[in-house]
């Protein structure tokens, strides 16, 4: 069975679980205690030098970094999700890119300097979070195109770029982020959330990360 070390805040960790739940993989879920240090912790480091989630080891086989892992799992079980035709595939690359470095990335900042720095005890970069904000406001018009011409990113069929978005966008209302005056994204993100694969998880990030911050507190 595939271990799966990852952390619920994590977008790229949660990214991996929504695909690995959509193909049926079972797979042994370890959290992995990034506030205690456990990712810098000799042992972990062996995994993923870098000291990130997600990391999965699948018998004497490691890999790190979501987009690979996904990738990964859906050539294992040769997957629809990762088309083998040259030019399908190289579509599903090409918007997983985008929504990985473009929009996840940009999301990230806005919800670090508005969010995550409260629980990391550091400080607001008020420059990182006008170039997210900036990021997203030149990005996330592209996505809203591209939906509205058809129903999953790649085209007529889900794929692996639909998965690197929705768990890019994860983040998107705690961190105050509208994504409403985009109704075809909203709608697209709206019904992959209410699938069984990102319900195994969590009903939202939202209702997930309240859950724990009422639990530490």
């Known amino acids: 069975m595939i271990t799966l070390y990852g952390n619920e805040f994590s977008s790229p960790s949660n990214k991996v679980r929504y695909v ?15 506030m205690g240090g456990a990712n810098k912790t000799e042992s972990y480091l062996k995994l993923n030098p870098s000291g990130k989630v997600p990391v999965i080891q699948d018998g004497d086989f490691t890999l790190f970094e979501s987009n690979a892992i996904i990738r990964y799992l859906a050539r294992k079980v040769s997957s629809s999700l990762y088309p083998q035709d040259l030019k399908r595939g190289a579509l599903v690359d090409q918007w997983m890119d985008f929504a990985s470095l473009h929009v996840a990335q940009a999301v990230g900042r806005v919800f670090f300097n508005r969010v995550a720095y409260k629980f990391l005890n550091a ?4 420059r990182s979070l006008s170039d997210g904000l900036q990021f997203l406001q030149r ?9 509205a011409k058809s129903a999953f990113l790649a085209g007529p ?5 639909d998965f690197s978005l929705l768990a890019g966008l994860d983040q998107a209302e705690v961190a105050g982020i509208e994504l409403e005056v985009y109704p075809a994204l909203s709608q697209w993100r709206k019904e992959l959330i209410a699938k069984d694969f990102y319900q195994k998880c969590f009903s939202s990030y939202a209702a997930m990360l309240h859950a724990l911050t009422q639990k530490a507190s």
């Open 20 to 34: 690995a739940n959509a193909l049926g993989i079972e797979y042994e879920y370890k959290h992995v205690d990034l």
């Open 123 to 126: 400080e607001v970069d008020p």
């Open 139 to 147: 990005f996330l018009p592209v996505l809203e195109g591209a939906l």
């Open 157 to 161: 069929e889900l794929s692996l770029a």
